[in-house]
């Protein structure tokens, strides 16, 4: 009976402490879902056929799209944008490290969201597209999603990451 309950701790132990791991850039961690995960299985519905070009925002150019966000500390950033400016694809998802800095990057996503529709968005169809794009905050997660006819379906799939 010993060596049962030996095994059976054993294998609780091993089980939670499988549920700990993850962590890191890219990676699932305490606080929030892998977003990164989240990014590419939403791209993976949209099918190989109507999966527009995407590039990363980094580097300067981090500061170029969401002015104040490079001086914001992240556990997770996944970055990306279209790589034509007249398909309005767009996914910026944090997760901040400090929770009270949570409505700072959704306020610096908003200003992006406001300076396409305002400047930035010259074909009808894009500007069409950053007028239905959202920013959606859960826990220390900000996002900005901007997903053209995709956008109720790209933010269903956000927020049930949190359900």
């Known amino acids: 009976m010993k060596k049962l309950w030996s095994v059976l701790l054993s294998m609780t ?21 892998d977003l990164n995960q989240y990014y590419e299985d939403f791209m993976a519905t949209l099918g190989e056929d109507n999966t527009p070009a995407m590039m990363d925002v980094e580097g300067d150019f981090i500061a170029q799209y969401y ?7 992240t556990k997770q950033a996944v970055l990306k944008t279209a790589l034509i400016s007249m398909v309005a694809y767009e996914f910026a998802l944090v997760e901040v490290e400090d929770a009270s800095r949570v409505q700072e990057a959704a ?4 200003a992006r969201i406001d300076y ?48």
């Open 13 to 33: 132990m091993l089980l939670a402490l499988a549920a700990c791991g993850g962590g890191g850039k890219g990676g699932q961690t305490k606080d929030a879902p």
């Open 67 to 73: 002015p104040g966000l490079e001086n914001i500390p």
């Open 107 to 110: 306020d610096i996503f908003q």
């Open 116 to 163: 396409q529709i305002e400047n930035g968005a010259f074909y009808p169809m894009t500007l069409e597209g950053w007028e239905k794009a959202q920013v959606v905050t859960n826990g220390n997660v900000a996002a900005l999603i901007c997903a053209m006819d995709q956008q109720d379906q790209a933010v269903d799939a956000f927020n049930k990451l949190f359900a």
